[in-house]
Each structure stands twice: as C-alpha cells, then as structure tokens.
T-cell receptor, first 113, second 113 residues
C-alpha cells in the first residue's frame, strides 16, 4: 500500500526517558512534516524537511530533534520526556509544492507517566 | 488573535440537513486553504482545497472562500451520520513556500439520525 506509516502506534514511557518515533512514506514525496496534536485536538506544525533539508523549525524545546536519513524517512527523537509531551504525533508528506495536499500518517499516541 | 479560528462546536444537525462550518484567518496574504476531516482516533484526511474566491463544489461538499473578508467555509449537503467528525480548517501561512499549514482548533459536527 502507498502511504505514510509511523511506528510505533502507541508509546507509553516514564518521565525522563528518551524515545524515538519513525515515519516512512512511499509516495515519492519530497517534503515531510511532524505535527503535534494536543489533548484539545489542536494540530500544530513542529518540523519539516525537504529532501533531507530542514525547512521548518517551529518553537519547540530542543529536546525534540528530527532526523531525515533520506527523503522517504523522517524520524523524531525526544530526550528527557516530560508530562507535557503527552500528545498524538502525526507525520505527513507532500510533493513540496505550497498548493499540495499533505498526506498524514496514522499517528503515534505518546503517553508520558 | 489566533491565526485560524473556528467555532469548536459541537454543531448538531439532523440527517439530511445542510451543515455549515466556518473559519476565519488573520494573515491577509494567505493563498491556499484546506478542509480536513478527522474521525476520533484517526488521522486528518483532506476533503476540500480552495485557492480562489468563490465556491468550489465536490459531491456533497462545497467550499467557499472570501479573501476580502478572510473567511472560508464548508457546506455539507444531505448530511449523513457518517459525516460526524471534527472538521479542521487549515491555511498555508502567508507567502510561505514551505507548505507550513496553520490549523484551526476544529469544529465537531454531529449528524443525528
């Protein structure tokens, strides 16, 4: 299936731990994104990469570090997890054109205890 | 002022009625506008995009854009219970070439049989 996939789907961890979320798209898109959706369902852009180059870097704690080994993959590493990091994290991709639809992955629900 | 504003609802309509969802945005130079639907526990999926003033119809959905009023709306005709979801208005930020989508907080639609 052509899609945006994320692993894991659920992540439960303790405060202070370090965790990673992986994203892969097989749509041939050039641009990938990370969004955070909080408990009030507000969806906010965090990062974007275009052909492995960081092009959007919103005001997020530097505990969050995206990594793009190639244009089909964009991973999110989070250090020293805090309670407030609990949210659903969505990966998305598009061709990179500003007019283009962004296709979203299924999301990763992160719970920090 | 929020960059993209929606009434969070819930908006409740009877089956077969027209549901009207509204959105205002603050950045006057925004050019691209999208409506996403998000079912509970699922990822956002695009249902309409609109770039020019006026109406754009796709099946039971009509998007309306008024750039002078900085207003975009979504009409759903013949509403079905399966339309019950959160509808997210999203705007490409200003003159951005990076595809930075700014989302509203979403309107919850309930279609009652």
């Amino acid at each position: 299936d052509t899609a945006v996939s994320q692993t894991p789907k659920y992540l439960v961890t303790q405060m202070g731990n370090d965790k990673s979320i992986k994203c892969e798209q097989n749509l041939g898109h050039d641009t990938m994104y990370w969004y955070k959706q909080d408990s009030k369902k507000f969806l906010k852009i965090m990062f974007s990469y275009n052909n492995k180059e960081l092009i959007i870097n919103e005001t997020v704690p530097n505990r969050f570090s995206p990594k793009s080994p190639d244009k089909a993959h964009l991973n999110l590493h989070i250090n020293s997890l805090e309670l407030g990091d609990s949210a659903v994290y969505f990966c998305a991709s598009n061709t990179g054109g500003r007019w283009d639809e962004q296709f979203f992955g299924p999301g990763t629900r992160l719970t920090v205890l | 002022q929020k960059e993209v504003e929606q009434n969070s609802g819930p908006l409740s309509v009877p089956e077969g009625a027209i549901a009207s969802l509204n959105c205002t945005y603050s950045d006057r130079v925004s050019q691209s506008f999208f409506w996403y639907r998000q079912y509970s526990g699922k990822s956002p999926e695009l249902i309409m995009s609109i770039y020019s003033n006026g109406d754009k119809e796709d099946g039971r959905f009509t998007a309306q854009l008024n750039k002078a009023s900085q207003y975009v709306s979504l009409l759903i005709r013949d509403s079905q219970p399966s339309d019950s979801a959160t509808y997210l208005c999203a705007v490409i930020h200003g003159s951005s070439n990076t595809g930075k989508l700014i989302f509203g907080q979403g309107t919850t639609l309930q279609v009652k049989p």
